[in-house]
């Protein structure tokens, strides 16, 4: 079977380094490679527009453009056509930078062998077709999953509600005496159908989320009492492990805009994972202020002194159903959907979340949401619904 010619792109404004090119390409055959050559970003950006490029050789000189926004714009042109980068230095900082935008390779001009080049464009298809493949896969796992966990979650509420309400009736000696022992497995068993209520509730909320019913109602919120509300509901946890748990608040800290039962919820996360992560006798704080890089926002901080996050966790602490390495420390073990909740509802809100810490040393999770401005704010009883997916 005939092997489909190759459409390449060069994007080169030197002429003589783009006459170099065709030179390594004239020894392969006629038939396999077809070489376009453009001299300007702006020029490429339309040829890539019509989709009919297999792979870029792309100069990050260029007269309307230099850098690394040279491979940006050339991937937002066209995000499934492989790049290779072509640079005049050996930068390994820009390597890096280039890769992480998305270039599959980085070649140092005159350091090129006439055989080399074709061979490396090869790979470099093959390369991004087999991440493609895998991404492609890791997707369609995920929805299976997904769609998997949602059924199930919807399917064991009732039973659930029943194990719960028949439990409560022997626990609060409605149905008879119990002895000590019973007691102490009927504790078992209601804190074990809590644990499991709050991993179907974080279920449904994530099918929510990608359905697009998730609905956000955005009005003016006074932290402080959001704040008092969830040391209240997390306090017998934090005592259970001789915590200090404590929140500060200034009396003159704006309202936030923002919807305070997703509020209440971000927090809730943030400070029970603290408390399931820091070992007893040590301090879980949760503090706000307004944003000193960014004024019109408020800054939510929740610190401990727990075991900390390796570099890897930071990367990927509120990624879909993504779990710490160790969980015996904590306590119980989740889905992994508590942080990644978080983070929706906080993007939804127009804010921003991010994570600080080190092995050992405790973490610090941070997260922003608008101060309320009453000039801006919806006339209808001041508050605006959010739906999206």
Known sequence: MKE?????????????????????????????????????????????????????????????????????????????????????????????????????????????????LPRALRYAIERHRMQAEAEQLQTHQLRL?????????????????????FSSIIADGLAGETTQQQDEYLRIILKNAEQLQFMIEDLLQVTQAKEGKLRIKLRSVSVAKILVD????????????????????????????ADPIRLRQILIVLNDNAIKFTPNGGVVKVEVRVFDKEPGFLLFEVSDTGRGISTEGIERIFEHLYQVEDVSEAGRNGLG???????????????????????????????????????????????????RG
């Open 145 to 165: 999953k997904d769609e998997f966990l949602s059924h199930v979650s919807h399917e064991l509420r009732s039973p659930l509600a029943a194990i719960d309400s």
């Open 230 to 257: 969830v040391v209240d509901t997390l306090q017998a946890a934090a005592r259970a492990k001789e915590i200090n748990f404590t929140s500060i608040c200034s009396a003159d800290l704006p309202p936030a805009y």
């Open 4 to 116: 489909k010619t190759l459409q390449i792109l060069l994007v080169e404004d030197n002429l003589g380094d783009a006459r170099l090119f065709r030179e390594m390409f004239s020894k392969e055959s006629p038939d396999s490679f077809q070489l376009t050559h453009l001299m300007r970003m702006h020029d490429a950006e339309i040829h890539l527009a019509k989709g009919e490029v297999d792979i870029v050789l792309l100069d990050m000189g260029l007269p309307d453009e230099h850098g690394i926004n040279t491979v940006r714009r050339a991937r937002n042109a066209a995000r499934g056509v492989p790049i290779i980068v072509l640079s005049g230095l050996a930068d390994e900082t820009l390597a890096d930078e280039a890769m992480k935008e998305g270039a599959q390779d980085y070649l140092i001009k005159g350091q090129i062998e006439n055989r080399a």
């Open 337 to 387: 959907l508590g942080l990644y909740i978080a983070k929706d509802l906080v993007t939804r809100q127009r804010g921003e979340i991010w994570v600080t810490s080190e092995p050992q040393k405790g973490s610090h999770f941070f997260f922003t949401i608008p101060i309320f401005i009453d000039q801006l704010a919806p006339s209808d009883d001041e508050s605006q619904e959010v739906l």
